[in-house]
């Protein structure tokens, strides 16, 4: 794919400066980057008869993602809140307890998994513990959105936060096509990257869009298992780039159902 010019040097400077400053070379180690991982249940199936849970996503900066089929149903669903970490011992706020031997990746270990409300269960599971050699590996909250935006006409524009309504509006102004049925206010509330290679997306509403990514030097791929309707734009890869004490992601763009081409450049602040 061709590379974009994604943001002049001057404009870059100008998104920084709106920003908080922080030491550019400090980046505090998350909290739980001992505890963080991902449990694979070896028994859960896809079954409308029990409440089955398919994986845990335990982020290093203490968010946990639960993929599960809720019972009755056989579609999968994704939540996610805070935990707590003491040892092997997890709390995991809205949904209940589980322990297990988190020092090293293992092929099988054995959970104990008591759900709010529920009984215990002693279960199976493949944990892949997270890698800890990259800073990119924690959770981010988005400080402000850059949207270049090319076809029947080309236009910028600056957002603080990640606001999928505002966007959308600016797309619609500038002549170019994009959902109208976004609520206002909807948008991305952090993103986090895991040592596992997984990265999260939390939402204004709460919901939550699961996804994998592998890095290559300066740039990673992804993709998302429940990308939200709302999510118009086709890409796979992000280009990664520190200032300041900010992550920059620069992100080339093209609309679905559209002409419509250009760039995205996010500025992130580490949650802790």
Known sequence: MKRITFI???ALVSLLLSCDKQDPNEFVQPRYIGHAGRLTFVESKA???SNDVLSIELTESGFYVLEQIPAGSTEVSY????????GQNYTLNGFGTLSFDNSASSSQVNISLTPVGGEQRSMLASFKKASQDNKLFRSWT???VRVTVRGWT??????????FYQIADFLRKSGHNSPDDISPGFGIKSLSFTGTNSVVAIFTDSSVSLGAFSLSGDSFKYSWKNAPKEFQIVTDKAE???????????????IKNST???????VLSPME
Request: hydrophobic residues 35%; contains cysteine.
């Open 8 to 10: 002049s040097l001057t």
């Open 47 to 49: 079954s409308a008869s």
């Open 79 to 86: 939540s996610a809140n805070t935990y707590h970490a003491d």
């Open 142 to 144: 988005i400080d402000r």
């Open 154 to 163: 080309t236009a910028s524009a600056d957002f603080e936060g990640c606001n």
């Open 240 to 254: 990664i780039s520190y200032m300041d004490g900010k992550c920059i992601l620069s992100v080339n763009i093209s």
């Open 260 to 266: 419509t081409s250009g760039s995205v450049t996010l």
